[in-house]
């Protein structure tokens, strides 16, 4: 018998390369890792994947190549690919019979069929929707739900990675960071913990994990001025936490994330989940372990803060998925 073949998107991410490198520790499983990009081949070699296929949730073209002889999927991409996803949890549907296993990516908050959103807790603005990021994390969800595939779900906080990386020139070169959290506490989760609960769900499969939510957090939540001093003590410097009011937020990334920003800002992100021991057995990491020691791609929280962001001050990244519809 031959061994299940797990297919990887997005396996250059943050996630993704973590995923690849745990799931490669495993015996009896071929890691198919995809990638838009060439160079990055010999990478997700190095890390253990079996296959690098190449891939474009926006051409349809490489998908078949991609999902030939497939039995579970890893999910996941960047919210401006939506509709490309969308198409995606399409063709997957047509291959429910070949898929045994599809584990997504998703948010907390996007849980409309599981729990309840309640505007007058949950948002400062009266009469606001949940937010527009938030109903596409959904959206990413029930098109795998709708399309006869048998699902798990890892919906987590913000992740820590995140949090800074719009001010990583401003960090390294006057050691200050920005942007309107303050106060608010959040439990940021590190992208290495979402790997690892990914490889364990793909490693027990949906026997155990099928058609299961589970709510990914860090061990605790913390201000801004706490993040500060953590990164502080990783960089081996003092660091400066300059507040920021939501409007100016606004205009440097647009509204969709300042609604997001906003939802982080009134405590619906502050929980802590069990999800994660329960899956694992131990502990979320912490975020000042997650900026010092290396995860299973080598690589540290702070090896990460000076890589590729998706956010860029001036830059509405949201602007086209906005426009997406069901």
């Known amino acids: 018998m031959s061994s299940p073949v797990v ?30 990009n060439p160079d990055n081949r010999d990478m997700l070699i190095a890390l253990g994947a079996d296959e690098v296929v190449p891939f474009d949730l926006n051409d349809a073209t490489t998908w078949s190549a991609a999902l030939d002889g497939v039995t579970a999927v890893y999910s996941a991409s960047l919210d401006p690919m939506l509709e490309g996803h969308l198409a995606f949890c399409e063709e997957l549907g047509r291959r429910a019979d070949q898929i045994s296993h599809v584990v997504r990516v998703s948010c907390m908050g996007a849980d409309t069929n599981t729990a309840s959103y309640d505007a007058t807790k949950h948002s400062s603005r009266v009469g606001a929707g949940i937010p527009l990021m938030l109903q596409h994390y959904w959206w990413g969800e029930k098109a795998l739900i709708d399309a006869g595939l048998t699902v798990t779900v890892l919906r987590n906080n913000f992740f820590m990675n995140h949090l800074l990386k719009t001010d990583s020139e401003s960090i390294a070169k006057d050691g200050w960071f920005s942007n309107p959290l303050g106060n608010a506490r959040n439990s940021f989760v590190a992208t290495r913990d979402i790997a690892e609960a990914a490889a364990v769900v793909l490693r ?25 001093e953590d990164l502080g003590q990783a960089m081996g410097k003092a660091l400066e936490y300059r507040p920021q009011t939501m409007e100016d937020f606004e205009r440097d990334f647009g509204s969709t994330r300042a609604e997001f920003f906003e939802y982080l800002s009134n405590g619906f992100y502050c929980r802590c989940s069990p999800d994660f021991y329960n899956l694992t057995g131990h ?23 000076w890589q590729g962001n998706l956010w860029k001050k001036g830059e509405d990244a949201m602007k086209d998925a906005a426009e997406v519809t069901q």
């Open 283 to 305: 502990k979320p990491t912490s975020y000042i372990d997650y900026l010092t020691t290396p995860g299973a791609s080598g690589e540290t929280g702070l090896d990460e803060l």
């Open 7 to 36: 297919l990887i998107t997005s396996a250059s991410g943050r996630i993704g390369k973590e995923l690849v490198a745990l799931l490669a520790r495993e015996d009896g499983m071929t890691v198919r890792a995809c990638s838009f």
């Open 204 to 228: 027990e499969g949906p026997e155990k994990h099928g058609d299961k939510f589970y709510d990914l957090t860090g061990p605790e939540p913390q201000t801004m001025a706490e993040i500060a």
